[in-house]
């Protein structure tokens, strides 16, 4: 883990130094609405009636936006509030890692190790977590949690604590991105069959 972090700083300093403009994207759908949650108490894309007053919006789920928006408050609209963000993200990278590793060792020890090394070189999820304007990282962590806990309810301990906290990250999960709002539909059948068998 620790090589992890200290090989995805190292990148990070790298790609500050020489490429500051990677992390930028066309999706600025999260940013514009955290913009105008800081400038004008909105939570809005930036459309406006005919009168000028901003639109709200519920085309997104709120997590991110709100972690933007705090990014704001404390370091202003621009590059800090942006770096911060992908500081942000950088750790969240790093925690999907160990969070695979976990996952893996409890099926095996070797396992652990594998998916790791695998997870650890996917240069896809270093990449995706160098945009701060998108929030697939921080989704790919709450889906690590969220799996982990449903591996652990399967496996290990059919708990009251394992299900709770597997709900819990879904939830977060699906505050982050759209994307997940259908999962409960193939997860809920899987459930229905598992309690039932």
Known sequence: ??????????????????????????????????????????????????????LPTATEPPLYTVAYFVSYKL?????AADEAMRVLQMILNAGVVYLVWRIGKIFSTRGGNIAAIFAALDLTAFFFAQNFQIPDTTLGFFMALWLLYLVKFLKQDLSYKSMLLSTLFLGLAMWTKMAVYMLWVPLGLFLLMFLWR
Not at 1 to 16: D, E, K, P, R, T
Not at 75 to 79: L, M, Q, S, T, V
């Open 75 to 79: 370091f202003g609209i621009g590059r």
């Open 1 to 54: 883990m620790f090589v992890v972090i200290a090989v995805h700083s190292a990148l990070y300093a790298h790609i500050l130094g020489n490429f500051p403009d990677v992390g930028k994207s066309f999706d600025t759908q999260y940013t514009n609405i955290s913009e105008n949650l800081y400038r004008y108490g909105k939570y809005s894309m930036g459309a406006r009636d005919g009168a000028g007053n901003l």
